[in-house]
């Protein structure tokens, strides 16, 4: 396993593997990982012949400093998991080494419209920050493949725009949401809840399925009252609800009942934990 810190090195080792004519992929993380990201490494094994994870915990996407310095940082365990799972090249910067005069007066890239509405709404710049530091990886890379997982749906859907409207030759596989056996979702979040907060968590999912199931059995009519019901629900639990509705899956947008195929888009706060899933649905004629 090749750990790289440098960019002038990274960008010859790919150099070196281009010319050999390898498939690359790039897994993007932030590290602390997790069983999700462990299932995305596996997946990549069937499409690429060398395989590159980046840990980077981009200062660019935290709304605020005191969340950047918290993020659990556990390198050490992390090179186990990635070694283990024979991962071929680690690339991990340094700050000063990927925004070189700071990451506030940096040259970004922008979604106009997806990076601005719900999560975005509510994560002014973090969306930037995202597109901005998977654009650098994507250009240092030159990956052919890039891994992501579905959890975080409305950053999947911000990343393939990126990728289809600057023209980027990648493609980009996805793979469903892992889960612990309760339901809840695998996040590097959830080291934050405690162990009540632990055991109240996977009714975010039950619920988002019991909404979902409502929605389909009234063919989306009553819709509004149904989501109304199942906020009142989490909220009497102790969640704080910032986002939990039903959108386009493809676009987005509002939902509608001419919409194909739905998803229904949840985050919510735990604590001092915030909690995101989702998950699609299509409606029956």
């Given amino acids: 396993m090749n750990i790289i810190k440098k960019i002038n090195i990274l960008y010859k080792e790919i150099q070196l593997l281009k010319k050999k004519q390898k498939i690359i992929g790039l897994i993007p993380t932030m590290g602390n990982l997790h069983e999700g990201h462990i299932q995305l490494m596996l997946l990549s094994k069937k499409y690429i012949d060398i395989l590159v994870v980046s840990i980077f915990i981009n200062p660019m996407q935290f709304e605020n400093l005191l969340d950047f310095k918290k993020y659990p940082k556990t390198l050490s365990k992390d090179l186990k998991i990635l070694k283990k799972e024979n991962v071929d090249i680690v690339f991990i910067p340094k700050i ?58 409305q950053q999947l859907l911000i990343i393939k725009t990126v990728v289809k409207e600057l023209n980027y030759p990648i493609k980009i ?47 989306g009519k009553k819709i509004n009252t149904i989501i109304l019901n199942s906020k009142k629900n989490l909220i009497k639990n102790g969640f704080l609800i910032d986002i939990f509705n039903v959108y386009n899956a493809k676009t987005l947008d509002n939902f509608s009942i001419k919409n194909k195929i739905n998803i229904l888009l949840a985050s919510v706060w735990l604590g001092k934990t915030r909690l995101i899933d989702n998950k699609k649905f299509i409606l029956p004629n």
């Fill in 96 to 153: 000063s080494e990927i925004y070189p005069n700071g990451f506030k007066k940096h040259t970004y890239i922008q979604v106009p419209k997806l990076s601005k509405i719900i999560e975005g709404q509510s994560r002014p710049g973090h969306f930037i920050g995202v597109t901005t530091i998977i654009g650098k990886l994507f250009n240092l890379i030159q990956p052919n493949f890039s891994f992501f997982g579905e959890k975080d749906y």
């Fill in 173 to 219: 596989i996805s793979l469903p949401t892992i889960r612990l056996k309760t339901g809840l979702a695998f996040s590097s979040r959830n080291k934050y809840l405690n162990n009540l907060e632990l055991k109240k968590a996977p009714l975010l999912y039950k619920t988002i399925n019991t909404t979902i199931n409502n929605i389909i059995h009234t063919k």
